[in-house]
């Protein structure tokens, strides 16, 4: 049972200002938070885990920004147009145009905050080369950037928690802060009002169990990717994409769900594939199989002239730093088809595994750049990456898909500033931002691209909600009561019904072996017959959680009551994903089939769009080409189609042409 | 041969107010396993080694590469990440089998339940010493200051104290009854002290960290060093904060 509300807390939560809803407290979420206070917007800040453990804190190489500080001849242009084409020609260019732009000023910015960058000899910021560029664009601190634009932004967020809000007239409001933090409270669900508007939201506290609902003015999810529900994945086990779900199944439309990113190094694991950054290979980490498949001296004993370095073959202009979607398909092939994988004369067999090299890189180059992830290859594959060859395989790491959210284009091919249409979901009052949203990768993101996207998405969503708010005829603090009381009494009931089940499956067993399907069957190749197999099983897993136990009737921290609701709503996200890859017949960055080799533009340059289902439809996704949606009193029209206005589609080639076409 | 197993004996509280109890568990043991696979296998199964059906155990995670912090816990009486904690490692020797793991909760925290702890009070902690550059605003305003990069190396280590709350956990002095705040809330207002701009607001972290007589107390235990996982050189931070706040006590005023 759910504990009721006491009346103590619900006065603690009453509010007497009008406030804004932020789940997530990743960059997305936190870069939200902060444009919003700096707007003058009140905000209440959802997180499962203390904001400072979101997954950002995974992120390891660095951002992107065309500083040029290299002489190279970079420019925010360039950024545009090698982003676009890594990304095969599927993501909308206005918005990729204006994040390019904003980069430089973006890094300054967090330069300004304080996150340690590393620094040239004159005292700037250094940067370095990575996947899908021949420049050096990438600014980095160690090999730890996630964690440290993470933490100085946590502490921007940290000091509006110390600020009083302020009413019209410029006085503080005693006990109102600009910024309250639920740290482990999970998203339910939206409180929408009758014209399907989001007034505000419906959350549970992980600790009490306690099922509470909060009012909005608007609500923005930037609750990040859903690597979860491939199970081991370089994600953080938050990343569930649990809310993103629930949303689309209130009617969110979902955009590009086939669309996942596999990348090429990781170190395999039990628990997790744990992420070997892009930055190695962009600091000079070489790939390579021996020659000999049988080769059994360990990596660093094999001479020069024996080894197979197949990515520099291959790609002679890139080498090692191909898009990820690319250099995943190498690997796989050599170490799959090939049967070409590591020796190893224990079990007697090519290990799915390749050598990444940095043993010939000097040592002090690799503790002032690497450190953090060199560090993290000792201490869970307990070898030493600095003496012998570290050995990777690729793993499920980013999803380029999720809320579809729309975008206003200016004149000049980017964003119209402040528009309240930039990251609005078709859901009125319904803001997405960060890895949560599809926006800014197309069919393949280039690396370090996505912590950029994460904070350029929330400086442009925080003015676009702070707008929205604006048009409001009717501020959520005057919705009816009864809105939310019914909200949170269908999540109490539901909630109610979890915790009773006491079925003879086990949740986290049955995670586990759908999580197998989708990895072995839905990553890096995709066939029809196959993922037939895979739609199959999701439903049959669907049918056999509704005949599972909850495991635990604990009133506080009930973790697999938890995991149930998030189970089910990663069936659904699963769902997109599978339907999403059996429907487009064709090969487009991170999604391949072998039997369609060939990207499809006349049939295929076009976003996945997916409503939810209703009720009469049964539960495979209803894919559309069209849509009307309504954002601060204009009904804007929806297509498919792909705004490729900025750089014309042309085949990707990384064996034979660049990315730009004037280096 | 029988599969090899992984004993685990963990410290269950359902709550505060009610008493703990211990649990064993046992998991076939994997290549490369850790504490959280040992504990993942549980919850897929969980029933002790007396076949009594159990609630499967609490726990915090979030990234298992040890860069959140969220996994800390004591194993086997030593405070670390359940995630970065290999089972072999536990081994006292190559031979033989692995004892029994132990796994119990912080203690300097209020527990929630089983090994889950509320670390609240740390980040409480990160606004009491404004742990913070106090941006203009997040408007264009140009590249930031420039930054030797020796400056730059001795504040990256600094910076990646991830509030596990290992080094309270460890230190002797972290108690009900003492204000020192702990080395983590310190080595911040090292760090922020160090920044071009966060120079600027020294005497405010300074001055907050004196006010409530959070800096003094160290006894140079050295235990915060010893058990952060991340090797920050804690009890250095500590000297040279408590420099910085004698130096603006005996000097402060001539600024005024």
Known sequence: MASKKSSASATQRASSVRRVIVVGGGLAGLTTTMKLCEAGVPVDLFSLVPVKRSHSVCAQGGINASVNTKGEGDSPQIHLEETVYGGDFLANQPPVKGMADAAPSIVFMLDRMGVPFNRTSEGLLDFRRFGGTLFHRTAFAGATTGQQLLYALDEQVRRWETIDCEDETGSTIPGERMVRKFEYWDFLSLVLDDEGRARGIVAQDLKSMRIESFVGDAVCLATGGAGLVFGRSTNSMICTASATSAAHQQGAIWANGEFIQVHPTAIPGAD?????????????????????????????????????????????????????????????????????????????????????????????????????????????????????????????????????????????????????????????????????????????????????????????????????????????????????????????????????????????????????????????????????????????????????????????????????????????????????????????????????????DPDWLRTTLARPANASEGATPKFIRQFDYECAGQTVHVTDAVDTSLVKPRARKYDTAGATTKH | ????????????????????????????????????????????????????????????????????????????????????????????????????????????????????????????????????????????????????????????????????????????????????????????????????????????????????DALTGCGKAMNCVEVCPKEIPLVDSIASVQRQATKRMLFGWLLK
């Open chain 1, 272 to 600: 997790k594939l744990r992420l070997i950054s892009e930055s190695v290979r962009g600091e000079g980490g070489r790939v390579w199989v021996p020659k000999d498949p049988k080769e059994k001296r360990p990596g660093r004993d094999v001479p020069e002239s024996e080894r197979d370095y197949f990515l520099e073959s291959q790609y002679p202009g890139y080498g090692n730093l191909v898009p990820r979607d690319i250099a995943s398909r190498a690997l796989f092939k050599k170490a799959f088809h090939e049967g070409r994988g590591v020796y190893n004369p224990k079990t007697q067999k090519n290990e799915l595994e390749v050598y990444l090299d940095v043993t010939h890189l000097p040592r002090a180059l690799l503790e002032r750049k690497l450190a953090g992830v060199l560090e993290i290859y000792e201490k869970f594959a307990s070898e030493d990456p600095y003496e012998n060859p570290m050995r990777v395989f690729p793993a499920v790491h980013y999803s380029m898909g999720g809320l579809w959210v729309d975008f206003e284009r200016s004149q000049n091919g980017s964003l119209v500033k402040d528009s309240p249409r930039n990251q609005a979901t078709n859901v009125p009052g319904l803001y997405a931002v960060g890895e949560a949203d599809y926006q800014y990768h197309g069919a393949n993101r280039l690396g370090a691209n996505s912590l950029l996207s994460c904070i350029y998405g929330g400086l442009v969503c925080g003015p676009a909600i702070a707008a929205y708010r604006k048009s409001l005829k009717k501020s959520s603090s005057d919705a009816p009561r009864a809105l939310f009381d019914t909200a949170e009494k269908r999540e109490e009931k539901r909630w109610d019904a979890i915790v009773a089940m006491d079925g003879e499956e086990n949740p986290f067993q049955l995670h586990h072996e759908l999580a197998e399907t989708m990895l072995r069957d839905c990553t890096i190749e995709r066939d029809n017959a196959t993922l037939e197999k895979v739609i199959a099983k999701i439903e049959e897993t669907a049918e056999r959680l509704k005949s599972a136990s909850a495991l635990d009737v604990g009133k506080r921290a009930n973790q697999s009551g938890q995991f149930v609701r998030h189970f089910e709503n990663m069936i659904v996200v699963a769902r997109l994903i599978a339907h999403g890859a059996r429907a487009r017949d064709e090969s487009r960055g991170a999604h391949f089939k072998p039997a369609f080799k060939d990207r499809n």
């Open chain 2, 1 to 212: 041969m029988p599969a090899k197993k992984v004993r685990l004996k963990v410290k269950r509280q359902d709550s505060p107010s009610e008493s703990a109890r211990w649990d064993e568990f046992e998991v076939n043991w994997v290549p490369r396993m850790n504490v959280i696979s040992a504990l993942m296998e549980i919850r897929k199964h969980p029933v002790t080694v007396d076949g009594k059906k159990v609630a499967p155990v609490a726990w915090e995670s979030s990234c298992l590469e040890e860069v959140c912090g969220a996994c800390t816990m004591v194993i086997n009486g030593r405070v670390r990440q359940a995630c970065s904690t290999l089972v072999d490692s536990l081994k006292k020797s190559d031979e033989g089998d692995l004892p029994p793991i132990r796994l119990e909760p912080m203690t300097k925290f209020p527990l929630v339940r089983d090994l889950v702890v509320d670390r609240a009070r740390m980040f409480d902690d990160l606004k009491r010493v404004h742990a913070w550059i106090k941006l203009d605003g997040t408007h264009e305003l140009g590249p930031g200051p420039r930054q030797s990069p020796e400056n730059q190396e001795e504040a990256y280590p600094l910076s990646r104290c991830m509030t596990c709350g290992c080094c309270l956990e460890a230190c002797p002095q972290v108690n009900d009854s003492s204000s020192f705040i702990g080395a983590a809330a310190i080595n911040q207002v090292r760090l922020m002290n160090l920044h071009p701009s966060g120079k600027m607001h020294a005497s405010e972290r300074l001055d907050a960290l004196m006010q409530d």
